[in-house]
């Protein structure tokens, strides 16, 4: 189901009906067809959720974390060793733990507010636009689906290139030439395993695949630091005591921060996982969240020092065009690697394609309009859980009635199979074309990663959040102006007459300041420096729009459903407390943050390649 809407009558239009799980949130039926008194009548299909992040197959911890693992750990891994070449050892490796701990903070921070918020826990929001939508509306919406699309699509062309670097490279043919063989070996090879893989409806049936690739990267880890000649290189730079002096930090720091922020950016799959996840609590997610981003931190670590240090200033994009062809060990790490690409290329398959059918369909991926009449009352037979028949009649409708169901494609493929075709066609181009992944993994961290990973869960918490940080900025500035004796036709402390308690009645309380009063409280009243050197003018102003459409949002859903955040069924100890200080501060933090890796990234980039300061000659390596 889509929220994205601005406004009461469209809210209700585009809405499909709803019934309450057991979980106290709505659960959600397709709306392909409806009942009335009179019979039975075919309806036009209506607005929906893309049904990828609503999973028909559930995953247990493990199985959620192994994905969430395969998806941080994907090409970005291999280009770690490059990023602390650009970024510098020192810096290189607390920029990574800093990445980590703000990444793990995000995925709880994206989930908790979307599936436990106090206002928002009885709404159907399965997606990070679904999130955004709620504070920010279509912009919001909008925002997060074009940095999910940047991030997914880099990661995809990224990942083909690594297997146009290794696949060919264990068949013989050196890198950096034979480029039509090359070529012609990624066609085939993703053509016949990443297009299968891909097609597939749920992440949950990439579970095993996506087991084979973590182990496959742990393997990887222990090649690279056992086989990288570290001794040798550093020995010839003078000894460890000297590269650890002279390697701290370095003028490309961007650089390598967009290739971290690409290594470890799962934002945008984090609600598809998180959906896979069977009885999804806090403290579940909250052990998926810890197990992968740690087993994923020191995997990146690992490769990335002992990477690093083999080469040093030689480091390549794809650390393992820095080993010789023909060895047996490189050559098991190359196929090592291959695997990792061929089963983690599907996961970011999956969010490119969600991102295009929520654009294009409005979210509809199986095309449930798109039914045969003379087995229409198959398909209604399902939807209305009519079990006339039994037996062996009741598999053949539920077996048959998926294809019927599945539509809306080009020649004989569904919709699900048509964009997926697509969407590796759009990657495919670009990897036969280009050669280096250090400038894919960079920019697309730069812009995508830092928007999608820091600025973006930043803006939704602030926005959520909106009306208790007006109230608790109003409240500050309240006790500065009553120091200051500046009243400013507030009262003292924001408090009238009329507000105070009837007297004699202790059981009265003060009415909680609404958003729109905090707010026109705030700009109207004098106020001191910190509120300018704080940035608080735009803090505010964006706090005060996202809690104003969010209360137009969630009242436009009662009008629909009938049920409020109060009134819903669940247990409500498993519900958020209220935000703190230190919450409100991470949130800016990841806005400010995000906003200059995202700048600063673009522009080291550029300069890396105008200056060619990233170049390698490749026949060394080799």
């Known amino acids: 189901m889509d929220f994205n809407y601005d406004n009461d009558d469209d809210y209700q239009q585009h809405q499909s009906p709803t019934n309450t799980n057991n979980s106290g949130a709505p659960s959600i039926r397709p709306a392909a067809f409806e009942t009335e008194a009179d019979g039975l009548n075919r309806a036009a299909p209506t607005t929906q959720l893309s049904e990828l992040s609503l999973p028909k197959k559930k ?9 969430l693992v395969n998806s941080i750990v994907g090409a970005g891994i291999i280009g770690i060793p490059y990023a602390l070449r650009m970024s510098g050892l020192w810096a290189g490796v607390l920029l990574l733990l800093l990445v980590a701990v703000l990444t793990d903070k995000s ?9 436990f918020h106090p206002k928002l826990h009885h709404l159907p929001i399965h997606t990070f636009e679904d999130l955004a939508s709620y504070p920010y509306g279509k912009f919001g919406s909008g925002f997060v689906l074009f940095n999910m699309f940047i991030m997914a699509y880099g990661a995809m062309v990224a990942y083909l290139l690594i297997i146009k670097d290794t696949v060919p490279t264990v068949l013989g043919f050196e890198h950096g030439e034979n480029l039509l063989e090359r070529n012609l ?8 395993i990443m297009v299968p893989l891909s097609m597939q409806r749920d992440m949950a049936s990439l579970s095993c695949t996506s087991a084979i690739s973590v182990t496959a990267d742990m393997i990887l880890v222990v090649f690279v630091a056992a086989f990288s000649p570290v001794a040798e290189t550093v020995e010839e730079n003078g000894g460890l005591g000297e590269v650890l002096r002279s390697d701290g930090i370095n003028s490309t720091l961007f650089v390598g921060l967009g290739i971290l922020s690409t290594a470890m950016a799962c934002q945008h799959s984090a609600f598809i996982v998180a959906n896979s996840l069977e009885d999804k609590t806090r403290k579940r997610w909250s052990w998926v969240t810890k197990q992968s981003i740690g087993v994923s931190a020191i995997l990146c670590l690992i490769l990335g020092i002992f990477g690093y240090l083999g080469f040093l200033g030689e480091t390549q994009g794809d650390v393992l065009n820095n080993f010789p062809m023909g060895t047996m060990q490189a050559d ?3 196929i090592l690697l291959a695997f990792t690409m061929f089963f983690t290329y599907p996961m970011e398959s999956f969010v490119a394609r969600h991102v295009l059918i929520m654009l294009i369909h409005n979210g509809d991926m199986d095309a449930k309009g798109g039914c045969t009449l003379e087995n229409e009352s198959r398909v209604v037979e399902e939807e209305l859980g009519d079990e006339g028949g039994g037996g062996e009649a009741d598999d053949l409708t539920v077996s048959t009635s998926r294809s019927i169901i599945e539509g809306g494609g080009l020649l004989c493929m569904n919709r699900r199979q048509t964009w997926t075709l697509l969407v ?20 697309t961290g730069a812009i995508g990663g830092g928007c999608i990973a820091y600025i973006g869960p930043g803006l939704v918490y602030l926005g959520v959040n909106g009306e208790d940080f007006l109230n608790a900025i109003l409240a500050r500035l309240e006790r500065w102006r009553g120091t200051k004796d500046v009243n400013n036709n507030s009262g003292s402390c924001g408090v009238t007459e009329e507000d105070l308690p009837v007297d004699g009645d202790a059981t009265l309380e003060i009415d909680a300041t609404t958003s729109i009063d905090a707010y026109e409280r705030i700009v109207s009243g004098s106020k001191p420096l910190w509120y300018y050197l704080g940035l608080f003018p735009i803090w505010c102003a964006i706090a005060n729009k996202g809690a104003t459409h969010l209360k137009k949002k969630t009242d436009a859903a009662f009008a629909v459903t009938g049920v409020s955040a109060e009134t819903a069924p669940g247990d409500r100890s498993l519900l958020l407390p209220p935000p703190t200080k230190r919450d409100y501060s991470i949130a800016l933090f990841f806005v400010c943050f995000g906003v200059v890796s995202a700048v600063a990234g673009v522009m080291s980039n550029l300069y890396v390649q105008w200056n060619n300061l990233d170049e390698v000659d490749y026949g060394d390596g080799n």
């Not at 995953?59 to 994905?67: M, R």
């Not at 995925?107 to 599936?115: C, D, F, N, V």
């Not at 070996?185 to 016949?192: N, P």
Request: proline share 4%.
């Open 59 to 67: 995953s247990s911890i493990l199985g959620a974390s192994s994905n």
């Open 424 to 443: 590796y066609l759009s990657t495919l181009l670009p990897a036969l074309i280009f050669n280096d992944i250090g400038p894919v993994l960079s920019l």
């Open 107 to 115: 995925l709880r921070l994206l989930i908790e507010q979307a599936s």
């Open 185 to 192: 070996i990624l066609i085939a090879t993703s053509l016949l």
């Open 332 to 334: 098991g790490a190359r």
